[in-house]
């Protein structure tokens, strides 16, 4: 679900048939075209409004009232919001928590539809390039002042904060994120490991390739799941959205370009988002793969007997590396008039522990915590090991910049394509992608 493509951006599973929530694991990204459709005014009625009042200023375990929140997680996936809502209503049991299914392409157009309203509800759960358009649009109220006073706010990267005007609106619990997967019999075979830096890449594909096998398989798609692939790389060289440098584009493509020409990266890519690049992976003749903690699942299903896998962190740069963290944010409705009640949601559900391990269990989100990626329940699976220690490093806020490069992520995807099928040259493509950004970015 790219901003220019809906349904076509994300870092998806392995195939269309998983859940909403399962092909939200990789990030969500945006619907597309914002146009309001009708029904305004029946869809607020049954969501309820925002009749909710608490009993006091001060909420405890009489606090009553009515709290509506929005999600989209289908019918079939829909037991992990209720599991972790169900930590409110047991600290809170008097108020009524009303879990509001909305479709996630329709999220935006009808927040934005109900805040022109003066409407919306208490709680949004939602993760996609659209935040930005809907901060403008008036839909969130800020956290700032109770995310300030939060005592466990240093317990979460900065990545996972969405921030508009310096002030801090949603709030990730759980991330998602790009990693190394290798096949470890061809690694042994090979006599190689993977490799740490972007200088060992080079040298360790080109025995993997002389060994009759592909080095690398990774999302050349030109959509966000392009962008998704290529931004590790960038940042690398020290490229961002808010200073395309032209010779750091140039430097990441000039590397991926190489592996292309010299058959290190299949061009076939250029037509492969993370579900692709997941199924050739599985064959068993590619080395490394370029995928997300979502395949985790997958991967114990279909991989099976063929080969031993494992995972590790991406190689890096010689600049400060990002790695987008994607996910779910919680949100308050700019509407509401149970602030603190949709607060204390927040901090019962993905921003508490026991919340963050229900999602690691049930949809296989990796808590943003600091002080859980210790715990028994992520360090007992060896696949989590590499991707808490990115969140750790190198997690970068996603959408970047709040969704205000929704535009510029579009043309940096084009040019990462354009360049492994051999389109474009790395330098003109640097030339056009950091002309590109500088022309779409709009802080």
Not at 284 to 311: H, L, Q
Not at 352 to 359: E, H, P, V
Request: with cysteine; charged share 15%.
């Amino acid at each position: 679900m790219s901003a220019a493509e809906p349904d076509a951006g994300l870092p998806l599973t392995l195939d269309r048939s998983v859940s909403r929530r399962e092909l939200l694991k990789g990030a969500a990204a945006g619907v597309g075209t914002l146009a309001l459709s009708g029904g305004l005014t029946s869809f607020i009625a049954a969501c309820g409004g925002n009749q909710t009042t608490t009993s006091g200023t001060t909420i405890g375990p009489n606090t009553t009232g009515t709290l509506t929140v929005w999600h989209y997680s289908s019918q079939q996936d829909v037991k992990t919001v209720q599991d972790y809502t169900a930590l409110f209503t047991k600290k809170y049991p008097k108020v009524d928590v009303k879990l509001v299914y909305v479709e996630f392409s329709e999220t935006p157009k009808r927040a934005i539809a109900a805040a022109a309203a003066k409407q919306g509800p208490d709680v949004f759960i939602y993760g996609g390039n659209e935040v930005n358009a809907m901060y403008k649009a008036g839909v969130f109220k800020s956290v700032d002042s109770y995310w300030q006073s939060f005592a466990e706010k240093g317990q979460f990267p900065d990545g996972v904060i969405t921030k508009f005007n310096n002030k801090v609106y949603g709030v990730k619990g759980y991330v998602n994120l790009t990693g190394l997967w290798y096949n470890k019999n061809i690694l042994d075979a090979v006599g190689v490991q993977p490799p740490k830096t972007f200088d060992e890449v080079a040298t360790v594909f080109a025995k993997v390739a002389a060994a009759g096998k592909v080095p690398i398989a990774l999302t050349g798609q030109p959509t966000d799941q392009g962008d998704w692939t290529a931004f590790p790389w960038l940042t690398g060289y020290g490229f961002s959205y808010k200073n395309p440098d032209q010779t750091a584009i140039e430097q990441a493509l000039t590397l991926v370009n190489e592996w292309a020409r010299k058959g290190y990266l299949p061009k076939e890519s250029v037509q492969w988002g993370q579900a692709e690049t997941f199924n050739r992976w599985v064959v068993g003749d590619v080395a490394f793969m370029e995928n997300g903690n979502w395949n985790i699942g997958p991967a114990s299903r279909t991989v099976g007997s063929k080969f031993t896998y494992g995972t590790a962190p991406l190689p890096t740069g010689p600049k400060s590396q990002g790695i987008f963290l994607g996910g779910e944010a919680l949100w308050i409705g700019a509407f509401t008039k149970v602030a603190d009640l949709a607060w204390a949601y927040m901090q019962e559900t993905l921003l508490s522990k026991d919340g963050l391990l229900i999602t690691l269990q049930e949809s296989g989100g990796i808590p943003a915590r600091h002080d859980m990626a210790n715990l028994t329940q992520v360090t007992s699976n060896p696949l989590l090991a590499a991707y808490t220690s990115e969140v750790k490093d190198h997690g970068a806020e996603y959408p970047p910049e709040g969704g205000a490069a929704i535009a510029a992520q579009s043309v940096i995807a084009q040019n990462w394509s354009a360049v492994i099928g051999g389109q474009k040259t790395p330098a003109q493509a640097a030339k056009d992608a950091s002309d590109g950004v500088k022309a779409n970015y709009k802080p």
